[in-house]
């Protein structure tokens, strides 16, 4: 692609025309109140939405190259692992050739290493049968200059094997508040060097994806008019539709962020459907209640037919690490039978009965990995909250369970977690915690998994 191709010539040259082309005549203007579009799909077809700034036929399931499957480290130390590049490619080919096209990554995925593996799977294929989507996550004080930021930048083309990303997001921003907002990309003219490559349609559609401090969404927001933002991407499900700031008070709800989004006609990006795969794992009262409203269907297809059934959602993001995980979304998504009125009341009466459930807010986003002594930061949370899920989490030593549930959580700790990464391994460094997008206090909540361990060890629970 030239470097001064403009986004109007892009969808020529892919050859997009009729309603597609009419909608890409907007070219880097969005009409007020613009909305995605719905494509209704025949049975076992992908459902897709229209992006109304560039016309991109987006399918509704977007893959989130945040989890790739990984493999032993042939003759590495034990447990050194490395991305499983043959399963990545198998998973792309069945996601293109099933009409997934949007592929999201982050230089800061996967160690480091999921663009590469997803630029080496998606570069088999034509370029113009795929949207990239990747961030600019400058999150390290070292990369926050305008030098340092460029060069990601540059880097994730060289990864992705591309001369242009269809969708690039300021990552993260919310983290840190405004003033990590002002340092990352606005006094250094990072931003500004992002809208100009946007004008010379290296970069064909500008977004940010958001976490935390609600003043600096609502500040880019506020600001549209100048950014012209062309999607957004926020954390949506059924739990944090309402109950996000009960879950952690750093979050926002996700009612709020999308109906702000769609009063100025943004499309929303959904990261975070089944919330880290909690909604994939719930308690069995909760599953039982789902599997008895749908038999056929799967306890994540809900999640995901939620996520889906808002009209402005561009696309839904599953980081399918197995083949079963995207054979079921598939199964989901083609086509996507948007949810009713009664099934959207019925899903929020689902949040609220699991709001009962104290589990820890991990997404398993692996943000605060690597640990400098070693421990699995999100196995031991995850642990935790699979056995207050499955009621394995003991409270007192004359609860008729209390010795299956012992038993339960004490095997299955020492099976998921390697005694030398355990949370007894934690000296309250806190490198992890600035790390994390959901706020939580991860030495504390370690220390106190380590604590309950040792009571249970010692049966004084």
């Known amino acids: 692609m030239s470097n001064n191709i403009d986004r109007r010539e ?11 082309a009419g909608l890409a005549m907007t070219g880097c203007k969005k009409a007020e109140n613009t909305a995605t579009t719905f494509l209704e799909s025949k049975e076992g077809e992908m459902t897709y939405r229209i992006n109304p700034t560039t016309g991109d036929k987006v399918s509704i399931l977007g893959y989130g190259c945040m989890r790739w499957p990984t493999k032993p480290v042939e003759g590495g130390d034990e447990g050194e692992e490395e991305i499983d590049q043959e399963m990545v490619n198998r998973l792309v080919d069945t996601a293109l050739e099933h009409g997934v096209n949007y592929f999201d990554t982050s230089p800061a995925y996967c160690r480091g290493k999921s663009e590469g593996a997803t630029g080496i799977a998606l570069s088999r294929h034509p370029r113009e049968s795929y949207f990239i989507a990747t961030k600019l996550s400058n999150f390290a004080p070292q990369t926050f200059s305008r030098e340092a930021s460029i060069d990601m930048y540059h880097n994730s ?16 921003v919310g983290m840190g508040g405004m003033e990590n907002l002002q340092a990352r990309y606005l006094d250094n003219g990072v931003l500004d060097f992002l809208l100009h490559e946007r004008e010379e349609g290296r970069i064909r559609n500008l977004g940010f994806s958001y976490h935390g401090d609600i003043e600096v969404f609502d500040w880019l927001l506020e600001h549209n008019d100048k950014y012209k933002w062309d999607f957004v991407q926020i954390q949506l499900n059924y739990l944090d539709w309402q109950h996000s700031k009960e879950l952690n008070p750093r979050n926002t709800n996700a009612e709020y962020l999308y109906n702000e989004l769609q009063k100025r006609g943004i499309p929303a990006v959904i990261m975070e459907p089944l919330l880290g795969g909690r909604l994939a794992k719930v308690p069995d009262h909760i599953a039982n209640r789902l599997l008895q409203r749908e038999p056929e269907q799967s306890v994540a297809s809900w999640a995901f037919r939620y996520a889906g059934s808002y009209p402005d959602v561009l696309t839904v993001l599953s980081g399918m690490t197995y083949m079963e995980h995207l054979e ?6 083609s086509p996507l039978k948007a949810l009713t009125d ?4 019925f899903l929020h009466e689902t949040a609220d009965l699991m709001m009962q459930y104290p589990t820890i807010p991990c997404n398993d986003c692996k943000y605060c990995m690597p640990c400098p002594y070693g421990i699995d930061i999100p196995a031991n949370l995850l642990h935790y909250n699979k056995c207050v899920n499955e009621d394995n989490l003991p409270t007192s030593s004359q609860s008729p369970n209390y010795a299956k549930a012992r038993r339960a ?9 390697p005694k030398l990464r355990q949370a007894s391994h934690c000296i309250g460094c806190g490198q992890c915690s600035p790390h994390c997008p959901q ?3 991860i030495p504390g909540e370690l220390h106190r998994i380590d604590a309950y361990v040792e009571k249970l060890k010692q049966q004084t629970v």
């Open 439 to 441: 706020g939580i206090d």
């Open 342 to 345: 009664d099934e959207f009341a």
């Open 10 to 20: 892009f969808l020529k040259r892919l050859g997009i025309g009729g309603t597609l």
């Open 157 to 172: 083309m060289k990864e992705l094997k591309t001369d242009y990303i269809d969708y690039l997001l300021l990552h993260g």
């Open 328 to 333: 079921d979304n598939l199964k989901t998504y």
């Open 409 to 417: 959580y004490l095997v299955g700790y020492d099976r998921s977690v």
